[in-house]
């Protein structure tokens, strides 16, 4: 089968790639050709042994859209979209691309008669309660930004297009991803890798909430597990809701100090200074931190690590590239 | 100022139009001109001291949203909608209608300047969990249908429209209103209406779901009552979420059969049969009977009046226009 990532040029989309060209299989099937597809142009993963084809343009293009699922095609990731800050300060490009981008995408699977799984990148940030909230798959959204009002409003598009039998969908509702490899992006979140990056390139990083500020977060091999997961599993075992909770894991500002200030000292530590940004408090201030995992663990969503592993494992995995990036 | 009312040619619309035009003016502000439109012409209410301008055409068309609104707009109604029944046997025409005629008629109101007062008819149906469920404004949609997901999509919109301040709207989640006048239409909800109107027109009616089945429903004058009070009331009230449950009234059909008998006696309880309808009984068995309305009524929805008074009042209201109709 051909399996489909959109924003394969992001860093998720470049690890889920890589993944995949590793495992040569989803559950029991062969992959046998990959499309990576984003704005920029996505490089082939190392060592595939299907061909991969790396296509530019504009998702909620209908033109671009049909050339990314044809009938041969299993798996759709789809993690192409504007970020929260950016969504947030575009409001039209916002919507364009992770609604109508979204829907785009969703009307050539349609098309294709594939009915594949699409596996679909939600957020945290659909929600909102703030550092008080307990959240559920029952919880309703009510986003305090664009970015998750529009991510709410394509798990409906996910949600109505399987329940028509026109794909397979799951919409996974990511954390905050720490820590993000690169450099700071437009999410309003990027604050929360930053503080467990710059430290560790020399750098000075900036945090724009209090240390008692919780989080709900994601290392990078867990959300790439998790959304190769949910390409694999099975759809009747969802029922009418389509949405996932996956386990993330709930800390505090404080919590990634004393775990930078235990892996990289305290001249790691001393590099983050408080720099109040009432604008990025505002959107990150709605995201709730606490969330019930029960359904994903019973959906077989692996377990989240600690913090300290996480750490660890962005020295591993990440480190040198990012500071080759920075010259 | 003007109020747009879409779906003016709906009986919802002309019972507000109606009221209005009665009214004059809406809270503390004159009405000083109404525009009315749907997809069939609609007409102007009797007795309106201000001018009425009743237009045609498709609402998702930006050319025709665009007449809708302008500087001037204290108030848009938007009831045009593609029904529930309809929504699910062409899906392109549902989402089409529900969701891009919705945001197309936010971005005529948002080019305006005007920031109106929006009203949304959002619908029980963005919710599922059936006969089981209890529901309240943080409950999740899990749509059991088209209709549902695209209203619940349009809340989105509302949502969003409104935290930028392009807006000041509010969603109206509105039971099953019972009784239609007129003829039976598409929505799954049809036979509710039809089992309190047929008989007193000495017609057979016909019951997809057994006399057990509960229904949540709201009484033409309540529903006109709720748009009109949702189109005056603070928008600070309501704060970053603009959904409202309104106090709709739970009933089983074996009440509204006591109600029947009790109002038109056995002759007209013996025209109404069970007759299986397993499509319909999909999608209203989906729908949720029993809400929480503690929020509408602090903001001073109405409670709804009792079934007999419901009943009555179809009687008084709709009787001698629904025979003239059948001829």
């Known amino acids: 089968m051909r399996v489909t990532i959109t924003g394969g040029a992001g860093f998720l989309g470049r690890k889920v790639a890589g993944r995949l060209a590793t495992m040569g299989k989803l559950g029991k099937r062969d992959i046998t050709a990959m499309t990576l597809f984003d704005v920029a142009e996505p490089k082939p993963p190392a060592g595939a042994a299907f061909p991969v084809a790396c296509l530019t343009g504009d998702i909620a293009d209908p033109a671009d859209a049909a050339r990314l699922v ?25 919507w364009h691309v992770n609604l109508d981008g979204t829907r785009t995408l969703l009307e050539a699977c349609r098309a294709s008669g594939a009915k594949p799984r699409v596996v679909f990148t939600s957020s945290v940030a659909t929600f909102s309660g703030g550092q008080e909230a307990v959240i559920d798959e029952a919880t309703r959204p009510v986003p305090g930004n664009s970015y998750g009002a529009q991510k709410a409003a394509g798990e409906l598009l996910i949600h109505d297009y399987s329940r028509k039998g026109y794909i397979d969908g799951v919409s996974l ?9 690169g450099r700071p992006n437009r999410a309003a979140s990027s604050f929360a890798s930053s503080i467990l990056r710059e430290p560790f390139l020399g750098e000075e990083a900036f945090l724009p909430v209090p240390e008692s500020f919780a989080l709900w977060i994601a290392s990078p091999r867990a959300a790439t597990d998790w959304l190769i997961h949910a390409a694999t599993l099975d759809g009747k075992a969802l029922g009418l ?9 709930t800390v505090t500002v404080r919590d990634m100090m004393e775990v930078l200030q235990s892996v990289g000292g305290h001249a790691a ?3 983050v200074s408080r720099v109040e940004d009432k604008e990025v408090e505002a959107i990150v201030g709605t995201w709730p931190a606490r969330f019930r995992d029960a359904r994903a663990k019973a959906l077989g969503f692996r377990a989240h690590e600690g913090l300290e592993a996480l750490v660890r494992a962005f020295l591993e995995d990440d480190l040198a590239e990012t500071k080759a990036l920075r010259g």
Chains 1, 2 share one sequence.
Request: proline share 9%.
């Open 70 to 94: 044809d009938a041969g095609t299993g798996v759709v990731i789809h993690l192409a979209a504007v970020v929260s800050a950016q969504a947030e300060a575009d409001f039209d490009l916002g």
């Open 173 to 181: 509702r990511l954390p905050t991803v720490v820590v993000r490899p």
């Open 241 to 249: 809701d389509r949405g996932i909770n996956p386990p993330g894991l």
């Open 269 to 271: 530590m001393r590099l």
